[in-house]
């Protein structure tokens, strides 16, 4: 790496990329403690403005918007039914998509075989891969069974040479595992930190809107961020796609977290055999297949996952507190919705949970983040706490206010066609939503609630 002229010492966050002339203990943009790196920052050749338009054209004049050329029918399948849904509907050409994930959790195997599919169905894929060599790579392949003729693989992890190469070759469609392999030669920091990071993504993202041609890069993921933070990236790229939960279980699911070209939060759902991911056919029948039949503390909510309804169990367990205060613990719910949900049951119902811990799971290691799934929590907690258990073949879901309210949710009628899928019987739900509600007639009784002392009354 030269040591370019105009090159001075800066110190950056490797979580958000917040430069300072000084190390500083915590950043004051993100918090973060102990991130910052002694970077050099150099002139960016992407930066300039006098060289380069915004990507990388060399002049832009205004357009007329009636004449620029509609992109949506342009979408290509991958092959794989369920990293289209993820996209949006297929893969965009010219698209930066962000593939992040924590190690280990399949995130080469994922793309090895997009590559392969990609290379079956549009031609020429290029492969880069800065963390294994071409022998590891086709040994993936062949236990994936890939034939591939299509693929090409480019172990290196300079992007200039990659961007000759890439010019040489001509690809149709570009996979980068990982972006924190590749450093540019014109910046003077080390590979992975966040201004390396930016300059290969922001060169990737000229690239791929020049040539109209996908370009998908891996990125790691630690729980305490030590390499350079995916947030640095994730306003650059146009899509992230994030691996969710952990992966002691054999299923995966890629949450779309960012999309410009569809839906945010659309899941993609597959299992980890040994002959790579494979598509999960009826997720809700995955994540209710372990159910526990007739226990106190579980409940079935009907969430939304981007546009597909999933039916999935949410688990409670309070128990009397060794000491004075309980303890508080959430897996894949917002502990502070919790809370929330906690003080309102005993404001308004008299429960007394101070002096209890609660406990408060989903099951199948997914992530809700929706409302609708607030009625649903309240009625787990309620079920454990007066250790009853709630019919097995009912279905919950509605939001809940801090005045005790249940109100209207969105998409109910698919919510509760997946619950008459999924052969429940009873659904107790907003009687707001039970006015738009088509008629039904497959033997799913609905209970309306407006509020939370309602919904106990009609469960227990
Ligand atoms: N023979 C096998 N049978 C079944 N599963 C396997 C087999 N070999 C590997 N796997 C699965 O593949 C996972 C590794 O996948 P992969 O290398 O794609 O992960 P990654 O996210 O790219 O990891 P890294 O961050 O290290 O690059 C393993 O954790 C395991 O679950
Ligand atoms: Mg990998
Ligand atoms: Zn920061």
Not at 15 to 31: R, Y
Not at 207 to 219: D, E, M, Y
Not at 380 to 401: H, K, L, P, Q, W
Request: glycine share 10%.
């Amino acid at each position: 790496m030269s040591k370019s002229k105009g090159s001075r010492l800066v110190y950056a966050c490797q979580t958000c990329g917040f430069q300072s002339p000084k190390w500083l203990g915590k950043c004051p943009d993100c918090g973060e403690w102990n991130g910052f790196i002694e970077e050099r920052a150099a002139p960016s050749s992407t930066s300039d403005p006098a060289k380069v338009g915004m990507f990388g054209l060399s002049a832009t004049r205004p357009l007329r918007y009636a004449d620029i050329e509609s992109q949506d029918d342009s979408r290509r399948d991958s092959g794989i039914a369920e990293f289209d849904r993820v996209l949006g509907g297929g893969i965009v050409p010219g698209s930066l998509v962000l593939i992040g994930g924590e190690p280990g959790v399949g995130k080469s195997t994922l793309m090895a075989q997009v590559a392969g599919a990609l290379s079956d169905s549009h031609g020429t894929v290029l492969y880069v891969s800065g963390e294994e060599s071409e022998r590891q790579i086709k040994l993936r392949g062949e236990r994936l069974g890939l034939k591939a003729d299509g693929l090409f693989l480019l172990p290196e992890t300079c992007l200039e040479r990659v961007l000759e190469q890439v010019d040489a070759l001509g690809p149709a469609a570009i996979i980068v595992d990982s972006v924190q392999t590749v450093f540019s030669m014109k910046l003077e920091s080390a590979p992975g930190s966040v201004s390396q990071v930016r300059e290969v993504a922001g060169q990737f993202l000229i690239l791929a809107k020049n040539r109209s041609l996908p370009v998908f890069l891996i990125g790691h993921v630690t729980k305490d961020g030590q390499l350079a933070g995916p947030k640095a990236l994730e306003h650059i790229v146009d899509t992230v796609l994030y691996f969710e939960g952990e992966r002691h279980h054999n299923h995966r699911i890629i949450r779309a977290v960012k999309n410009r070209f569809g839906a945010a939060n659309e899941i993609g759902i597959f299992e980890m055999t040994e002959r790579g991911l494979v598509p999960v056919a009826n997720p809700s029948a995955m994540f209710l297949s372990e159910r526990p039949v007739g226990a106190a503390g579980s409940v079935v909510v009907a969430a939304l996952e981007g546009s597909r309804p999933i039916l999935v169990e949410l688990q409670a367990l309070v128990s009397s507190s060794q000491y004075g205060t309980g303890k508080r613990m959430t897996v894949g719910v917002d502990a502070n919705r919790v809370s929330l949900l906690m003080a309102m049951l005993e404001k308004r119902l008299g429960m007394h949970l101070i002096g209890d811990d609660v406990y408060l799971n989903v099951a199948g290691g997914i992530e809700l983040d929706e409302p609708a799934v607030d009625l649903g929590l309240v009625a787990a907690i309620v079920s454990s706490y007066r250790n009853r258990a709630i019919d097995e073949r009912t279905v919950v879901f509605g939001e809940v206010g801090l005045a005790g309210e249940v109100r209207a949710i969105s998409q109910a009628s698919s919510r509760l066609r997946e619950a008459v899928a999924m052969g429940f019987r009873r659904a107790v739900l907003p009687q707001t939503n039970i006015a738009g509600l088509p008629a039904l007639d497959d033997g799913l009784e609905l209970v309306g609630v407006r509020s939370v002392a309602e919904a106990i009354d009609a469960l227990f």
